[in-house]
């Protein structure tokens, strides 16, 4: 009996002992598997990354060339390389078909039509728009416009400024490099505020309220784009600024509609004042626009 028994016990152990073998060989061949296919898909990415490492480097070879439509040679680039076809497109743009090749050989492209290129060997431009500047004030509990005071008052949920330059102040034959929207605040506090300057996108005039962007037309509080382009926080005295690059290159290249912006204040239960255009000379909105000679 107790031999039996030792036989019984010891055939137990050896099944539990091939079952364990068994479940460590699959989840080694499960582990490698993944291993392989993590691999594959590295090298997918970096053949991607490489290729779109081509677009750029075509694009700033060119344009610190002064303009030229020249290819890019294989270049190496880590383990891997990249190389990039160039035609010409119109007169102001490129067509770039770009290679990038990982180090196990795995190949990827990317093109890239209608590059916009702009002439590094020219002398950049800083212009603060000035002529033609509207901004106001559009306020829940109230039905007049507000296009003449020396300020621009923000109130959660209730009150937004509206700010507009026009685009015809850049010229036509230029590439916007940089765009930042200075505010003075009229006024401080030791909590930061944070404001969203949005893209509006029905047009008004100096005669828009919270209820109307101009006669004979209908909002609330301003029709414009939920995301914000750009938002900082406003605390103590001073002036803050806003990247707005993405929306001024929008309306110069005729890509967005220019309707002006819109200021908001982010979170509930704050209020801010800024100088308006009415405001003393030092103290107005200024639109600072950095360009640079297009191709």
Request: hydrophobic content about 45%; aromatic content about 8%; glycine content about 10%.
């Amino acid at each position: 009996m107790i031999r039996r028994q030792s036989g019984a016990l010891l055939l137990m152990v050896a099944l539990l002992l091939a079952i364990i073998a068994a479940l460590s060989f699959g989840l080694n061949r499960a582990a490698g598997m993944d291993a392989v296919a993590v691999k594959n898909d590295y090298d997918v990415r970096a053949a991607r990354y490489l290729a779109e490492a081509g677009v750029a480097a075509a694009r700033w070879s060119n344009q610190v060339k002064g303009c030229t439509s020249a290819s890019i040679l294989p270049t190496a680039f880590g383990t891997g390389n990249f190389e990039a076809s160039v035609t010409k497109s119109g007169s102001k743009r490129l067509n770039i078909f770009a290679t990038g090749t990982a180090g196990n050989g795995v190949v990827r492209t990317v093109t890239r039509n209608g590059v916009d290129i702009v002439d590094f060997n020219a002398k950049t431009s800083s212009s603060d728009l000035g002529a033609a500047a509207l901004d106001t004030t559009i306020d829940a509990g109230s039905a007049s416009p507000d296009s003449a005071a020396a300020s621009l008052s923000l109130a959660s949920g209730t009150a937004h400024a509206l700010l507009y330059w026009p685009a015809s102040e850049i010229g036509s034959d230029t590439r916007v490099l940089s765009a930042t929207l200075i505010l003075t605040q009229n006024g401080s506090s030791a909590v930061a505020r944070p404001v969203g300057v949005h893209r509006v996108t029905t047009q008004w005039d100096a005669n828009a309220t919270w209820f109307m962007p101009r006669f004979y037309a209908w909002w609330t509080g301003g029709n414009y784009a939920a995301t914000a382009a750009a938002t900082t926080g406003v605390a103590g005295a001073g002036s803050y600024s806003w990247d707005v690059t993405s929306l001024v290159d929008g309306w110069v290249t005729g890509r967005l509609a220019n309707y002006g912006m819109l200021l908001r204040l982010v979170n509930p239960g704050q209020a801010v004042v800024f100088y308006s255009h009415d405001a003393s000379e030092s103290r107005r909105p200024i639109l600072r626009v950095v360009t640079a000679k297009a191709c």
